[in-house]
Nanobody, 127 residues
């Protein structure tokens, strides 16, 4: 049974930082491409960041480019999202997602391409 469990969310002031973690189990982690998505109040779930199987290829939404960094640790079966210079508009529930990929250098910004999702972690940024 595949499980993705996010952690690290919380309340932070604008300009602050948080690091989200997503621990995976029940899958061969090193064969999976990973992504982070978020859903703000009254909004649809949107793409934030993605990382390839190899870990050497990443892709970001324009709104977070230069502020957020996605990374993975295959030894720990964990994907991270380092979030710096947070803004009130970053307030959302953040979800990690995983999909198997035969292409080691591909990333996937489309949420429909993912097979597994975590339950989400709330990030609230106060002004």
């Amino acid at each position: 049974q595949v499980q993705l469990v996010e952690s690290g969310g919380g309340l932070v002031q604008a300009g602050g930082s948080l690091r989200l973690s997503c621990a995976a189990s029940g899958l061969r982690f090193r064969d999976y491409a990973l992504g982070w998505f978020r859903q703000g109040p009254g909004k649809e779930r949107e793409f934030v960041a993605a990382i390839s199987v190899s870990g050497g290829n990443t892709y970001y939404a324009d709104s977070v480019k230069g502020r957020f960094t996605i990374s993975r640790d295959n030894a720990k079966n964990t994907v991270y999202l380092q979030m710096n210079t947070l803004k009130p508009e970053d307030t959302a529930v953040f979800y990690c997602a995983a999909r198997s990929s035969a292409y080691r250098h591909s990333y996937f910004p489309d949420r429909s391409e993912y097979d597994y999702w975590g339950q989400g972690t709330q990030v609230t940024v106060s002004s």
